[in-house]
């Protein structure tokens, strides 16, 4: 599985600390891509630009509320600490399906790519007519 | 695109205890597959495709 907190990401982070210059607007955006491959997202200096968004029969991103995202907590072993969303649901799939390829989650605005990773199994998912493709996302700093 | 919003309670779309949103609307066969109904009365363009409850307009998204 491949992750990435792109340079675009990762100044809205330094924007809050230490630079204390941005405040992010919640909610945020969960979306769904086809571009990269199943294994594979953008390189650091992409951007949501290089992104491709599914756009299945249905298909619509979800919002990720500041408020909904769980407690924090350790992320095992030892690793850093982390935050679990509740599991997303995406709309039903309509007449038109498609391969995808993983989840990114954009600022409010769905201007800036905070982050994007594949499916933790690395398998693309299939999204045929009547599928539901739900997703749990995880926020995590490491030490 | 028109992006709506589905706020039944008991649609598992979206986040849990948050309202879902969706483009388009579930089909007349999605909604006799959801509800075992021959002929069933809501559906197409603003019907939620998850559980084929009329939604509410959200947003008109442009095309990207």
């Not at chain 1, 650091?44 to 968004?53: G, L, V």
């Given at each position: 599985?491949?992750?990435?907190?792109?340079?675009?990401?990762?100044?809205?982070?330094?924007?809050?600390?230490?630079?204390?210059?941005?405040?992010?607007?919640?909610?945020?955006?969960?979306?769904?891509?086809?571009?990269?491959?199943?294994?594979?997202?953008?390189?650091?200096?992409?951007?949501?630009?290089?992104?491709?968004?599914?756009?299945?029969?249905?298909?619509?991103?979800?919002?990720?509320?500041?408020?909904t995202w769980g407690a924090v907590a350790e992320r095992p072993t030892n690793l850093g600490r982390q935050s679990t969303y509740p599991q997303v649901t995406f709309p039903t799939c309509g007449a038109t399906g498609a391969t995808i390829n993983g989840f990114y989650i954009t600022n409010n605005g769905h201007t800036i790519c905070l982050g994007q990773a594949n499916f933790d199994d690395v398998t693309a998912v299939v999204l045929a007519q009547n599928d539901i493709i739900k997703v749990t996302p995880t926020w995590a700093y490491l030490h | 695109m028109k992006v709506y919003r589905c706020e039944y309670v008991a649609c598992s779309l979206g986040g849990v205890g948050q309202p879902g949103y969706f483009t388009g609307g579930i089909?007349?066969?999605?909604?006799?597959?959801?509800?075992?109904?021959?002929?069933?009365?809501?559906?197409?363009?603003?019907?939620?495709?998850?559980?084929?409850?009329?939604?509410?307009?959200?947003h008109d998204e442009e095309e990207s």
């Open positions: 599985m491949a992750q990435m907190m792109p340079d675009e990401g990762l100044d809205i982070v330094l924007g809050q600390i230490p630079k204390d210059t941005a405040k992010y607007t919640s909610p945020l955006n969960l979306a769904l891509f086809t571009s990269q491959t199943a294994s594979t997202v953008i390189t650091h200096a992409q951007t949501i630009a290089n992104i491709t968004e599914t756009v299945y029969t249905n298909y619509a991103r979800q919002s990720l509320a500041a408020a | 089909s007349a066969e999605q909604v006799t597959l959801l509800t075992g109904n021959p002929e069933p009365g809501d559906h197409g363009e603003g019907v939620c495709p998850n559980c084929g409850q009329p939604a509410e307009l959200d």
